[in-house]
């Protein structure tokens, strides 16, 4: 699975972005996907997470109310949108995938099996 983020850039607190991730390399639909960030000086930290169907979401209690993740299978692409976004959201984010067609999805990275390259987010104040 290749995994390719983009959509990152500078941005002022209270904007929004929307963060892609086009996937390739197997069949979409058989893998649930994560997004997490990583902020200098921090470990990587979940933000949120699909059902290979779409069906289940999950999201860290600092995205909650603020962003969205969904996916658009026609396009092997999962999508972030970042709204009302703040400071401490700066980072660089990261899409994963997690082989499996569970039906529940997890917050921490060891359990994704390939990620993304990353892709930076800075939000001024």
């Known amino acids: 699975v290749q995994l390719q983020a983009s959509g990152g850039g500078l941005v002022q607190a209270g904007g929004s972005l929307r963060l892609s991730c086009a996937a390739s390399?197997?069949?979409?639909?058989?893998?649930?996907m994560g997004w997490f960030r990583q902020a200098p000086g921090k470990e990587r930290e979940f933000v949120a997470a699909?059902?290979?169907?779409?069906?289940?979401?999950k999201y860290a209690d600092s995205a909650k109310g603020r962003f969205t993740i969904s996916r658009d299978t026609a396009k092997n692409t999962v999508y972030l949108q970042m709204n009302s976004l703040k400071p401490e959201d700066t980072a660089v984010y990261y899409c994963?995938?997690?082989?499996?067609?569970?039906?529940?999805?997890?917050?921490?990275?060891?359990?994704?099996?390939?990620w993304g390259q990353g892709t930076q987010v800075t939000v001024s104040s």
């Open positions: 994963a995938a997690d082989l499996t067609t569970s039906s529940y999805v997890y917050s921490y990275p060891t359990r994704y099996d390939y």
């Open positions: 390399g197997r069949t979409f639909s058989n893998y649930n």
């Open positions: 699909i059902t290979w169907s779409g069906g289940v979401t």
